[in-house]
C-alpha cells in the first residue's frame, strides 16, 4: 500500500521508505465513491438493511416495504448526510491508518503479501471507529425508524432523530453497534484483498499473464468482484450490525444487545438461514464498488490530475 523498497548498496540490506500521502490519492477515492453511493449504492445498502433486519421478508417483500415507505426515494434513506459522509471520509482513514500499519509491519520483517493485510485489517477497524460506527448507525436507524407518526405528530427528520438519540443516550448511542462494524470491517479487508490476489492469480494463470502483464479492465473486475463476493462470508456479522443498529420494534430482543446476545436472538429466531439474510443485495453491492472502482477510475484519476497537478499513484 505504502511501504516501498527502496535499492541500496549491496552490502546493506533494502531499505524501507514511506510513500507520501496524496491530495490527489484522497481525491480519487473519495469521488469513486460519493459517485458508487450516490448512484446504485445507497439502493442495494437499503435493500440489504432492509432484508437483515426484517428477516423473514423474501426480496420481493423487502423491495415493497421499501417502495411503501417512500417510493423511489425510499431507496435513498441515509444517503444525505450519513451515506455522503462516509463515503467522503472512509477512503482517507483507510489510506492513512494502513499505510503506517503496513509500514510497520514490513519494517518488523512481514512479507509484502502479510504487511499488505495486516495494513487493512487495521485500517478497516480504524473506518469503523472513526467515521463508518455512527454512519452506519444512523444509516441504519433511518431505513428500520417507523415512518408513522402518532397522532397528530410529525415524523421526526435525520437531525431530529440524531439529536433524539444524542440527547438520550450520548456518544454509546450513535455509536451503537459500532464493535460489529469494526469485525465487518477487519474481516472484510483482511479476505478481501487475500481473495482478490488469489482469484487475479487465477486469471493470470488462464489468461497466459503470469510475467506483470497487465489485465484488462473485465480480467480487474472479474478478480475483484470474485474476492468481494466470496468475502460475503461474513454476513453474519453484518445481520448482527443491523439488528444491533434497528430501530424496528420487537419486544423479545435483548435489553442491552452485545455482539454475543444478539448472535444467539437472530438464531433463535431464524435459524442459519436468518444470519445470511441480505447477503445477495451485498454482493451485488460489492460487484457495483468494482466496477465504479475499475471503469470509472481511470477517467476519474485523468480529471483529478488536471485538477491537482499531481499524479495519481493509488490503485484502484
Partial sequence: MS???????????????????????????????????????????????????????????????????????????????????????????????????????????????????????????????????FCTCMKTVEITKSKVAAAGGKVPGTWATFMDIWRREGLRGINKGVNAVAIRQMTNWGSRFGLSRLAEQGIRKVTGKEHGEKLSAFEKITASALGGGLSAWNQPIEVIRVEMQSKKDDPNRPKKMTVGNTFKYIYQTNGVKGLYRGVTPRIGLGVWQTVCMVAMGDMAKTYVEKLTGEKVTAKH
Avoid: C
Fill in 3 to 133: 511501504a516501498a523498497v527502496v535499492p541500496a548498496p549491496a552490502s546493506e540490506p533494502p531499505r524501507l521508505e514511506k510513500k507520501p500521502i496524496k491530495f490527489s490519492n484522497l481525491l480519487l477515492g473519495a469521488g469513486l465513491n460519493m459517485f458508487e453511493v450516490t448512484t446504485l449504492g445507497q439502493p442495494l445498502e437499503v435493500t440489504k438493511t432492509t432484508m437483515a433486519a426484517h428477516r423473514g421478508d423474501s426480496f420481493a417483500t423487502a423491495l415493497g416495504r421499501i417502495w411503501n415507505r417512500g417510493g423511489i426515494l425510499g431507496f435513498y434513506q441515509g444517503l444525505i448526510p450519513w451515506a455522503w459522509i462516509e463515503a467522503s471520509t472512509k477512503g482517507a482513514v483507510l489510506l492513512f491508518v494502513a499505510s503506517e500499519a503496513e509500514y510497520y509491519a514490513r519494517a518488523a520483517g512481514a512479507s509484502e503479501f502479510g504487511g499488505g493485510i495486516l495494513g487493512g485489517v487495521t485500517g478497516g477497524v480504524a473506518q469503523a471507529y472513526a467515521t463508518m460506527g
